[in-house]
């Protein structure tokens, strides 16, 4: 049984699995090479097929993560389209408008000129009623994918964008016997922004949903008020935040305002005082206040918080063993601080827990609900992509300044231990998510601290501020040398 997994928000992709088991999955900003790709698939859905050797009419099922997909975002691919400056215009002339002066506006009025052409939407959009019909974009979607793949409309599923995060992170890690609680923390989806699950028998019973679970959109308008991306330089501010210095009182300030807001009571949210919208207000209180010390003071609520809500949960359900997914779970900083805690033995955290895997976590969701549990594979590791042949680096062979080198282990490590990062590309498939896991990466030595400003500069043209995060073998760490 072909399966096809199909996400078109932001970081859009697809996901194949035959029988149960994960045959490759893609993300689309892959292949487009535009950041948080929104949209239909094509690119992925074509690529992963043509390397399975499947063809469309061989599909028997269709899972779609997100019943409710707001066309207004997706006739202008907000999250790939937008600059920095359409962000604050989408603030200041759609939002402050709506919010703070009761004005109807229309979001595409504001973003007429970034309206899509026909043929780059795919579905059609003449029987969608208005900017905000959720129901008739589920149906444009649906028919377009019957058309599409020549699948009865009764073989396309559409499955809640949380229960896509939590079933991703739960099959992903791999069944374990243990009563395991599943944590979906994001800016927001399908009307929610934050879940609990308790896992029962390979599936999961959801206990708590809410939509006033803000952290993840305090974060990324703090990230808009910093003067960096939503939704996509969430871990600059991270980064930032470890300049602070910690032991000051310079962002205590800071760290009030977002405190007197929101906070948790046993396990769920609760407004300590309303306020109307998560930029607006935070600008206008957060002035004067400094760069590092509003980074600071947004990691340091986020971390208290987390570590309130994972404890209140372990201690209400007796459970110590947690799975992290969404897009907040991609913040390691906090992850770091609640596995410290004495009440927590383990934290799995999915490869790219963000929106880019609610194409794995639909089809889940299928394979559950129709109890094919069974069979269900797990990620067994991240590199689910596609993998190239010698052919595909001809290419690369026709620019002269540049040496392909086929090495050793041995080589590489005597290069690195000269001091000399790598660029490493193997032929095998590509990692899943967005971290660069050593099959397509840049390697380097982390006892030398110079390495970072080496790379930063040099290679990926990064700020200078963010870290890096060095990694070793599980069963390597404990050696005593292994310590720099
Ligand atoms: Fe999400």
Known sequence: MIILGIHDGHNSGASLFRDGTLLSALSEEKISRKKNEYGFPIKSINSILKYNNISKNQIDAIAVSTKNLPPKYYLVKRNTSFSLQDYFKEQNDYWYKKIYENKHVKYLDVFKKKILGKKKLFYDFSSIKNEDDLSGMQMARKKFYSKYFSLDEKKIYFFDHH????????????????????????????????????????????????????????????????????????????????????????????????????????????????????????????????????SYAIQKYLEDILLKWFGNISKKYKIKDFIFSGGVAQNVKATKKILESKNISSIYVPPGPGDESLSIGAVYCYLSKNRIHQNISDMQNPYVGISFRDNDLAFIKKIKNIKIKKTTHKEVASILEKGNPIARFALEPNEFGPRALGNRSILADPRNQDIINLINKKIKVRDFWMPFAPSILEEDAKKNNACY
């Open 163 to 294: 229960e896509c995060h939590a079933y991703y992170g739960y099959y992903g890690r791999g069944v374990i016997n243990n009563k395991t609680c599943v944590i979906t923390l994001d800016g927001g989806g399908d009307g929610s922004n934050a879940a609990i699950w308790i896992s029962n028998n390979r599936t999961l019973k959801n206990v708590y949903r809410t939509n006033i679970g803000n952290l993840g959109r305090m974060y990324r308008y703090i990230t808009l008020i910093l003067g960096m991306k939503p939704t996509e330089h969430e871990f600059k501010v991270m980064g930032l935040a470890g300049y602070a210095l910690e032991k000051s009182e310079y962002y205590q300030k800071s760290l009030k305002i977002f405190k007197e807001t929101l906070g948790v009571e046993g396990i769920k949210f609760k407004y300590k005082k309303k306020i109307k919208d998560n930029y607006f207000y935070f600008k206008k209180k957060l002035s004067g206040e400094r760069f590092d010390t509003i």
